[in-house]
């Protein structure tokens, strides 16, 4: 069952928040989709917020750097590749070929988001 969130007002960080959201059954990428002019607080909304699966990857080494021949991490990425082979995280936006996550890994103390291509992902698990 999903929870309701109920705002009479609408909070600075409410706007700024990066998630899926849903607006009487229809789903956003974020507040900002949904209504562009929303502004700070103005208007009364119920959302439902979507609970995201949360993932273990593990990756393959070559996803760590780009090489001369393919430069995926300069061209997705603004040039920082993915820093660990195994990491846990959500799922953003997905391709045919690609996936944007959402990543970190507690005992390093490291969060990244960015893109990957499916092959790279040799081993997923819902946690």
Same mark, same amino acid.
């Given at each position: 069952?999903?929870? *309701?969130? !109920?705002? /009479?007002?609408? %909070?600075?960080?409410?706007?700024?928040?990066?998630?899926?959201?849903?607006?009487?059954? #229809? #789903?956003?990428?974020?507040?900002?989709?949904? $209504?562009?002019?929303?502004?700070? =607080? *103005?208007?009364?909304?119920? #959302?439902?917020? @979507? +609970?995201?699966?949360?993932?273990?990857?593990?990756?393959?080494? $070559?996803?760590?750097?780009? /090489?001369?021949?393919? +430069?995926?991490?300069?061209?997705?990425?603004?040039?920082? %590749? !993915?820093?660990? /082979?195994?990491?846990?995280?959500?799922?953003?936006? *997905?391709?045919?070929? $690609?996936?944007?996550?959402?990543?970190?890994?507690?005992?390093?103390? @490291?969060? &990244?988001? =960015? &893109?990957?291509?499916?092959? &790279? #992902?040799?081993? +997923?698990?819902?946690?």
């Amino acid at each position: 069952m999903k929870e *309701e969130i !109920i705002f /009479t007002k609408i %909070p600075k960080t409410l706007l700024n928040l990066y998630s899926k959201i849903m607006v009487d059954n #229809i #789903i956003y990428k974020n507040l900002k989709e949904w $209504s562009p002019q929303a502004k700070i =607080g *103005e208007n009364i909304l119920i #959302i439902n917020p @979507i +609970q995201e699966k949360k993932l273990r990857i593990v990756v393959k080494e $070559s996803a760590l750097h780009d /090489t001369p021949f393919f +430069q995926y991490h300069k061209m997705k990425n603004n040039n920082i %590749p !993915i820093p660990l /082979t195994e990491m846990e995280g959500i799922k953003l936006e *997905e391709t045919e070929k $690609s996936v944007k996550m959402n990543l970190w890994d507690k005992e390093h103390k @490291i969060h &990244w988001v =960015g &893109w990957l291509v499916k092959s &790279w #992902i040799i081993e +997923q698990e819902e946690i």
